[in-house]
């Protein structure tokens, strides 16, 4: 039996092995989209989890039928501000999931949006229930999809970005498994506990060596495309930016109200690529 401590209600600590830890979105009711205390809430739990060697893994986990929709756009269009915090939030996440100590392990389920999906991206190691969509549906909403490029491109391969990032249509469990983002499709409700039994593989090598190995990973892919972090701060900037255009304020207010946009009557004012 593992120890549960709530740390908030929108966010789940619980020991489920003396080395593996698993923190668990807990806002079903909202597919445990990001609030602004829930993106708090997991950036602080990830850096006391950066300099605590008890906790070898990670398991990421979502409550309810859902993994994670993205930011919850009721409390990014509040105002600006919001959307800067929140997106801030969101990548200083994702660079510490690839930069903790800890192996991190997915549990994925259900759909998986935009920073959601990111999560898994993000993670080591992914274990996916086969009723899994991940998806990033940027130019759906109006928005150009920079703030997930730099991540994206470290995992995708040109075909896969084009598919995601031109069409905006999530894929199921298998064609993420293709796609490079999956390593084992199971029965859905099984993914705790895969998740699970994949961590007692990986606490199976010696723990110097596995961070190392994590280490060396991370090292290539710098050397391939360059610190991540400096990209996800030109990302930003760009994403804000296309958070205050017109047809993002009309696709947005569309996805709120459970209606198809209309894009052809906004015109577009977003900027090229520089």
Not at 29 to 55: G, I, V
Not at 102 to 119: D, E, K, P, T
């Amino acid at each position: 039996m593992g120890s549960r401590i709530t740390l908030t209600p929108v966010l789940n600590r619980e020991i489920v092995a003396p080395s593996v830890v698993r923190l668990t979105l807990c806002r079903p009711e909202r597919s445990n989209a990001f609030s602004l205390e829930l993106l708090q809430r997991l950036s602080k739990e990830l850096d006391t989890l950066s300099s605590d060697r008890t906790f070898r893994v990670l398991i990421l986990a979502a409550a309810g039928k859902n993994f994670c929709g993205g930011l919850d756009f009721l409390e990014a269009t509040r105002s600006d501000n919001d959307v800067r915090r929140m997106s801030t939030f969101v990548i200083e996440i994702l660079a510490k999931l690839r930069r903790i100590p800890q192996i991190v392990v997915a549990a994925a389920h259900g759909a998986a949006r935009a920073g959601g999906a990111a999560l898994i991206v993000a993670s080591d190691l992914v274990i996916a229930a086969d009723n899994l969509s991940l998806g990033f549906p940027e130019v759906r909403r109006g928005l150009e999809p920079m703030l997930l490029f730099p991540l994206l491109r470290r995992k995708l391969t040109g075909t896969a970005l084009r598919e995601f990032l031109l069409t905006g249509l999530p894929v199921d469990a298998e064609q993420a498994r293709r796609f490079g983002l999956v390593h084992r499709i199971v029965p859905p409700g099984e993914e705790a506990r895969q998740a699970e039994i994949l961590a007692e593989e990986v606490l199976r090598g010696e723990s110097g060596a596995v961070r190392t190995a994590k280490e060396i990973v991370l090292a290539h892919e710098t050397a391939l495309f360059g610190p991540l972090e400096d990209e996800f701060v030109l990302a930003l900037e760009s994403h804000l930016a296309s958070w205050r255009s017109p047809t993002a304020k009309h696709g947005v207010a569309a996805f709120l109200e459970k209606r198809e946009p209309a894009f052809e009557s906004v015109e577009y004012s977003g900027a090229a690529v520089r």
